[in-house]
DNA sequence: CCAAAAGTGTTGGCTGTACACCCATGT
DNA sequence: ACATGGGTGTACAGCCAACACTTTTGG
């Protein structure tokens, strides 16, 4: 382990916690994750994840959610608990860290800070502060295992989409290529997703087939 | 969210961090998991899991460890986080919790206290202090997953053993029984365990052939 | 001799994967 | 007319579950 360059803050089992949030959303075909830069030292004017210090009485994961409404505006959104890393920035500290999934139509990135968050492609992620690149690539392992048997995808979408939006998405968590048919057929006959009311009509002008989860709140298989 | 009963610790961000262990063990063909009884208030003399608070400049995970170590002598064995719960206790503190498998016979359980640590079959648990049941059915959901795609149980086991060792501990931790032959075949053909060097005899007198894990530290597939 | 445990193959169902073409719409 | 995206079926391979009898050992 590490030596601790900074005096010890743990005695009587007090300790500093932190929450911290890898944010994750598709846009442009590609998997993104919200960075923000620090602007004070260690590591002032890198990039890193949002998160901080909890507030006096706040969990962990109330923490993780008033940072994701501080960055992003949205909330109601999928969060899920991913790791508890102790002494990440070398100050003997504990990260709860959590990951998050965002529709990316309804964020407005606060524009308030001078130093804005900005979205990455997960593929071309600039030099991260402490060590936030194994939490990322944590998070990432674990959005693309959940993929297989979830339905975590819920909070990328809107409401109703098509299957190749659907398809598009998952091809962009996993960063490769899916059949049509067998996307399509394993999504119906998982119940993951079911067509709209909408009947499609036969003959001319018919519109393309729009879907919805069969749940918009996490489920596993 | 409960209201604490107990002023607040959690200014500045600082919190008691505990660690807890739920440790496992197959005996008498059952599962088994290691509670000691509190010496003191709240829920005093109630069972509950091993676990306390961080020492100066300890992690999590060292903590767990030495919990470990304390009750029940056993060191190197399969440990695993498991999630960090909050407010477990009512004061507003985090708790990291693991799980730990090991190999009853080389538990000795610590009989210097007052009020021994005990094994309870997972089926068969006494009430238990604060909101610990949640985190033993936490954990044994874990366990059951985890057992279908790695090789969590060479802990659970000697160094060697026959496959019918193997299949019981499976078999107990599963709580249900396996097909003898399907089972073989399964943990030969992922690789999971092999024959030792030893070559069965043809003929009389020959003694039931002994495997032995391919890897003895955690492998996941 | 008896009880207990090791060892051994085959079949049928299900699931996942690979693969190519047509139709409708909008530009 | 062309480009884009929606929609559809089949064949093969691998995996899992069900199923019964023989051999060996130790008492």
Redesign the pocket.
Known sequence: MAVSPHPPTSALGLRPVAALVVIFTVAQGQLQVLLIRRSAPPYEGWWSLPGGLLSPNESPQAAAVRKLEEETGVTDVYLEQLYTFHNLDGRGGVAVTYFALVNGEQVHLSPRQEWPPRWFPVAQLPPLAFRNQEVVEYALGRLRAKLGYSNVAYSLLPPQF????L?KVYEAILGRP?????F???ML??GLVM?TGKK?R??????????TFRERRPIVF
Chains 1, 2 share one sequence.
């Open positions: 098509t299957m190749g939006q398809q899916l059949d049509k048919r067998n399509r057929r394993r006959s998982l067509p499609a036969l003959g001319r002008h018919r519109p393309p087939q729009l879907y």
